[in-house]
């Protein structure tokens, strides 16, 4: 559902991130002091941080607006969808990070719709 090149970024983030809780894990191992162990914690934690909002608002926001020009160039302005996706557009500028999941889920269902729309025509 999410395109590739989007989520490329966070994938090399989290493989990153995988590799700094390898780290710890190896420090834990290694009874490295628990100040050395708080501090690398600390890192990976904000690294995941960082991940998560860069695919809550980079990758889902883009996603989503990919997928509502998709929608409203298969709409012939007559598929019986044409205020779902007038309200959803309009409300795009203005949604939270944790609404998007939640839009991309209602644009995806119009698509199946307009899709199967389509194909009867």
Do not use: W
């Amino acid at each position: 559902m999410l395109p590739k090149d989007l989520t490329e970024d966070t994938r090399i983030r989290l493989k990153t991130i995988k590799g700094q809780i390898e780290g710890l894990i190896r420090m834990l191992d290694e009874d490295q002091p628990p100040e050395k162990i708080l501090v690398q914690f600390k890192s990976a934690s904000k690294s995941l941080d960082k991940a998560h909002y860069l695919l809550l608002d980079e990758v889902y926001r883009k996603a989503l607006a990919l997928k509502i020009v998709e929608v409203v160039d298969a709409c012939p302005g007559n598929c019986g969808n044409e205020d779902k996706i007038e309200f959803i557009r309009k409300q795009f500028p203005e949604l939270g990070l944790e609404d998007l999941t939640e839009k991309m889920k209602e644009i995806t269902q119009v698509k199946i719709q307009l899709d199967q729309f389509n194909k009867e025509r």
